[in-house]
C-alpha cells in the first residue's frame, strides 16, 4: 500500500503558465515533506521542503503548500519554463528524517 | 566541489552472481543513505548510515543485501546472488548532518540489470 501518492502520472503546462503537481500521503506520522526533481540519467535533486508546522513554503518560483488534515500536498510553479520539464517526486518522512517515503513522480512537460 | 558519485554506472549481470556497488559521497557528511528504484517508480528506503554506524536496515529486501560503511565515508552495497527482480537503479545519497532532515544529495545511481 503506498504511503505518498502521486496520481498524475504525467503532466503538460505551457511555457509561462502555472504548473500544479499534487501529493496524497496516508500516514498521519508524517511530519516533513519535499519535492525532488529529477532529470534523465541523473540523481533526484531538492527543490523545496515544508514541516508540518507550516503550510505554506515559498523559494522564487516555487511554492509548496500542505493541509495536514487533507494529508495533501502540492508544488506550484509560476511561471512554468521549459528547463523545469523533469519528473517530481514527493517525499515525506517522520520527524526523526531516517526513512524518506517517495512517490512515484509525474513527470511535467512544459511546452514552448 | 565533487558531489555523490556511484559506481559502476551501469552493471550487467548473471542471476546468481553476486555484485557490489559503491558510493563515494560528499566528503564530511555525516548521513548516508541507499535507496532502490524499479522502473516507473519512486526511490525505495533500504538503508541509513550514521557515520559508520547503519542506524536502519529495515528497506533491505532480504539478507541477500548487505551494506557497509566501514570508515564513515564511502559505502558499498552488496547483493549476493542476484535474481531478476533485485534488477533496479540503486541511487546513494548523503546528507550534512545526522537524522536526515537535511538536504539530501543524490548521486547519479548504478543500474543494474539481472539477466
Known sequence: DQQVKQNSPSLSVQEGRISILNCDYTNSMFDYFLWYKKYPAEGPTFLISISSIKDKNEDGRFTVFLNKSAKHLSLHIVPSQPGDSAVYFCAASDNYGQNFVFGPGTRLSVLP | ?115
Open chain 2, 1 to 115: 566541489g565533487a558531489g555523490v558519485s556511484q559506481s559502476p554506472r551501469y552493471k550487467v549481470a548473471k542471476r546468481g552472481q553476486d555484485v557490489a556497488l559503491r558510493c563515494d559521497p560528499i566528503s564530511g557528511h555525516v548521513s548516508l543513505f541507499w535507496y532502490q528504484q524499479a522502473l516507473g517508480q519512486g526511490p525505495e528506503f533500504l538503508t541509513y548510515f550514521q557515520n559508520e554506524a547503519q542506524l536502519d536496515k529495515s528497506g533491505l529486501p532480504s539478507d541477500r543485501f548487505f551494506a557497509e560503511r566501514p570508515e564513515g565515508s564511502v559505502s558499498t552495497l552488496k547483493i549476493q546472488r542476484t535474481q531478476q527482480e533485485d534488477s533496479a537503479v540503486y541511487l546513494c545519497a548523503s546528507s550534512l548532518r545526522a537524522g536526515g532532515l537535511e538536504t539530501q544529495y543524490f548521486g547519479p545511481g548504478t543500474r543494474l540489470l539481472v539477466l
